[in-house]
């Protein structure tokens, strides 16, 4: 009753008051937009550039949608920001970075952002249904407004997997079964972050797959046929750091090759980060060649894709792993983590690529051995089955799921 009638006095308040919106694009949060139905608010970190393809298609469905964002850019990212078209505003927001031993043996740097005007906007914006990023600030305050705005209602966009969530620690188990409890719908990537937040006790009913995806229909213009070299060819895309687990890899192909002394290996490597470094100083036998190509925009990195033969992602923990759809689309084969959801869902052993737990060094060598042993017609095969495997997952399959979630929550708005 207390916290009612204190939302109700910060209400009448933020109403009275005047407040200056940061605009990204035209008449983002303008008040002309407050009274359209349906009203649907994005809450989320920033805009990666793979998610602006499927953010457009939920708008082209819902036109009064809009997206809140903490950051333009967090600083660990190389992307530009770009929002073409989108109704994007930038929150008032105060960011700090949360270091956290993961029981894999890395360390794992958290950007961690409290947008504070989150309720003030919620209460100018009032929208029917509200989508928030993650479990943490954003999604108390956007509970806040749900409690006062009775008939509005809230779905969580947890993008998570058992594997990037373990060892989280007790308080922050004890917000999220908080958190969880009191939502009305949860969009997760896959099967293991459905399982995950049902530990929560969140029914099934209220779960919805909304797996990670990018306009990958660009990419199904890449020929699938490769030449000896290249269908050997190993590619990496993504962040050099400690967590996607590419020194142990790195080791572990070494080993292959000094065994394997005869053939020649190319690993090329997209991105950058702090274990550039390390992984320059592994000893490689003169049969293993590695290309660093450092940050590349994201529009070319299709250019990589076309020149390879078999994406490599030996991550330690992913709650998707992105460039799994997008290399599968351009018909290379996946030597993948089973730790990277997008692994466990799409990748299937010996058919669409070759799978393997990363911290269990012969089973990554067997893994290694079987890909850079496959015959030419079976990599053909497997190319071609790789980019069947994905062809479902567009922009428009993405906010179908979303648009599935709304309905569900509110199957009185006309969508």
Partial sequence: MKLNLVLKALDRGFRNDTFEDTRVTQSAFNRSSVYATPSVVLLTNFLPPYRIAVLKAVQARLPNFSVLISTQMENNRSWSPEYKGLNVAIQKNVSFTQGQWHPKGFRDDLNIHIPYDTLWRLLR????????????VRTVFALLYRKLQTKSRLIVWATVSEASEAGRGKLRQFVRSGILS?????????ASGARYVARFGVPKRKIFIAPYTSDIRPLGAILLQRGYVESRRLLYVGQLIERKGLIPFLSVLSSWAKAHATAEVEFWIVGD?????????????????????????????ETFYAQAGILVLPTLADEWGLVVNEAMASGLPVLGSLYSQAVQELVEDGVTGWTFHPDRADEMYTAVDRALSTGEDRLEEMRVSATTRVEYLTPDYLAERILEAIHFVRPDLEI
Avoid: C, M, S, W
């Fill in 182 to 190: 009191h939502v009305d719908a949860v969009l997760v990537n896959g």
């Fill in 125 to 136: 914006a009032r929208p029917e249904v509200v989508i928030t990023g993650e479990l943490g």
């Fill in 273 to 301: 980060g702090a274990a550039r470094t390390a992984l320059q100083e592994v000893p490689l036998p003169p049969n293993l060649v590695l290309h660093f190509f450092g940050n590349v925009p994201y529009e070319k990195v």
